[in-house]
């Protein structure tokens, strides 16, 4: 599941307006709006950097509301998938949810699974946990990655050397990127940076 953040930041042209909680950027971008300001408006999930809309149609007030019920709707939708997680089974009913699906192997595949301890289920289940765990930190700088690619696509994409900055991003070369991404916008320049944190984490 793809995770979210319940905070964002937005940005008109280079310049950033407001970053934090939603209500609060969102009624800061309200205020640029009813400015008629002609730079384009962005706003973007401080974790995934997709784009974040607002309605910001009604009074301050509304706008807010709309939020609070938004953000509590899916607090609700998560408690309720956690309630059925935790309600009682059936009797026979496996308490793991081991749900049974054809898997076709070779005979030489079988035959060591077979002896291992446990037998072939509980070897492939093993198996298949030890592929996630030593996959999850690819797996999250690879997202971390995509995030930062996204916002300098969206803001940075005419920008000086956006596409050497890209490649080192990609080539985990943090120093190359960092350097290169240094003669940005500053408010363009210092978000950039706060999001690769995260894609260069593990080859601090």
Same mark, same amino acid.
């Given at each position: ?14 310049r ?14 309200r205020?640029?709006?009813?400015r ?9 999930d ?8 607002? *309605?910001?149609?009604?009074s &301050?007030? @509304?706008? %807010?509301a =709309?939020?609070?019920s938004?953000?509590? +709707? ?14 009682p ?6 308490k ?22 446990g037998?072939?289920?509980v070897?492939?289940r093993?198996?298949v946990d030890?592929?996630r ?5 690819? *797996?999250?700088?690879?997202? &971390?990655? @995509?995030? %930062?690619? =996204? ?5 940075? +994409? ?5 596409e ?6 990609y ?5 190359r990127?960092?350097e ?25």
């Open positions: 599941m793809t995770v979210h953040s319940l905070t964002c930041t937005a940005f008109e042209g280079h950033r307006i407001a970053s934090g909680a939603l209500p609060d950027v969102a009624l800061a971008v205020e640029v709006l009813a008629g300001e002609q730079a384009p408006v962005l706003v973007f401080d974790v995934t950097s997709r784009p974040v809309e607002f *309605d910001l149609r009604g &301050a007030d @509304e706008i %807010v =709309r939020l609070a938004q953000n509590d +709707g899916a607090e609700t939708t998560h408690a309720t998938a956690d309630a059925a997680e935790d309600a089974r059936g009797r026979g009913r496996p793991l949810g081991v749900v049974a699906r054809e898997v076709t192997l070779l005979p030489r595949h079988w035959e060591w699974l077979n002896g291992q301890s037998g072939a289920s070897a492939l093993k198996l030890a592929a765990v030593a996959g999850e930190d690819k *797996d999250r700088q690879r997202a &971390a990655q @995509e995030a %930062v690619y =996204r916002f300098m696509t969206a803001l940075a +994409g005419n920008l000086p050397r956006y050497d900055a890209t490649r080192a991003l080539a985990a070369d943090r120093p990127f960092e290169i991404v240094a003669a940005w916008p500053n408010d363009v320049r210092d978000y950039t940076l706060r999001l690769a944190n995260a894609a260069f984490a593990t080859h601090a």
